[in-house]
């Protein structure tokens, strides 16, 4: 069985919805298919509850008219009997009778996650019903019902497995399972989501649960680039890319996939496919356990960094120096992406600035500290262990034209990043792109 994952904009109109259903069906075989809410639909449910924190119903009323007028529309375009349409037309009603409800109620973050949460309900209703109408035996599985965290937020393995497969054995013979993505409840029971990555990671919990033949990821390119086509002439997809690849490409700023979304599929064996929409002949981005030696897959870039270094002649010869520095930012929740050591000074990098000046007030007890800000980590990914011959001089030369701030090799067998200017970041791209996939 494959679990199959549809962003928003792959359900974003009734034609979307319709050329989706006949791509998930048309070989007949059983699939599992997660759904996102359709897109713009959750940047409306965020504007609504922005009215209700303000204490302002009547703009939150607004906005639910446009978008329940909206939906309206999409089901008299998609549906073509009757009585489909009007059996969606009343969930649809009952749905935002229920968000008006919200209006007069004290608003807090637990109803904000409430509301988030119907964009993802409606639109795997509509779907479900449109299958159904067509003659396909489709279920709609409620993603509250068998997708869990527990106390520290972390997708509940144990109980997602036993939930999904109780769910398989009890309804059997369906050709499509339709659930949402994103959604989940919490320890509590509350009501939830995923946060990072969202609905692939609702697709990859999924697939690693049931041993999922294939999890596939439809987005709206073919597949992940070897660079960043929106700055980088000529880009090409990757064909394959093994797990870590795959981490340090989305980690550091491939928008295709969210880092945490593939941890479960790596750790279950699972084969993650990136495929696209639009183009469903095209082959697209295998992910798996294949590690292919010799070559370099792909550049990635992640901008808005904040470079911080900090000097100091106590740390020559000194023990201990490191940690206290790096108990500085676990104290405010920082999180560190690079780090470069010298006898007499250490820097980092951070993406977070929330506590910035608060870090650096602290910093400053151990050496002086100098902070660079508009930095972007740049980072080549491919067969870069220690026993492999040239690449890392390759990606030198690339940049002799360039400034760099920062060199971190070593860490990973897969990784070699760097630290520019956010100025230079299309020129730096470019520059590795002419040098190493010509």
Known sequence: MK?????GTSVGSPQRMQDVSKLITDDGETKVVVL?????TTNSLVEI???LYKKNPEGANTIINQLEQKYVEHINALYRTEEVKQKTLEFLHEEFDYLRSFTKVHFTSFEEKVILAQGEIISTNMVTNYLQECGIKAFLVNALDIIRTDKNAEPDMNYIKDKITKMLENNPGYQIYVTQGFICRNAYGEIDNLLRGGSDYSACLIGAAIQAEEIQIWTDIDGMHNNDPRYVDHTEPVRQLYFEEAAELAYFGAKILHPTCIQPAKFARVPVRLLNTMDPTAPGTIINNDFQRGTIKAVAAR????CIQINSSRMLLAYGFL???????????TSIDMVCTS????SVTIDNRNHLADIINELKKYGTVNVEEDMCIICVVGDLASDNIGFETKVC???????VRMISYGGSPHNISFVVKDADKKQTLQALSDTLFK
């Open 323 to 333: 940690r206290k520095v790096f108990e500085i930012f676990e104290t405010y929740k």
């Open 3 to 7: 679990v199959l994952k549809f962003g």
């Open 49 to 51: 509850s922005g009215y």
């Open 303 to 306: 901008d808005g960094n904040i």
């Open 36 to 40: 996102s809410a359709m897109s713009g």
């Open 397 to 403: 030369m690339a940049l002799k034209d360039v400034p």
């Open 343 to 346: 006898e007499v000074g250490v």
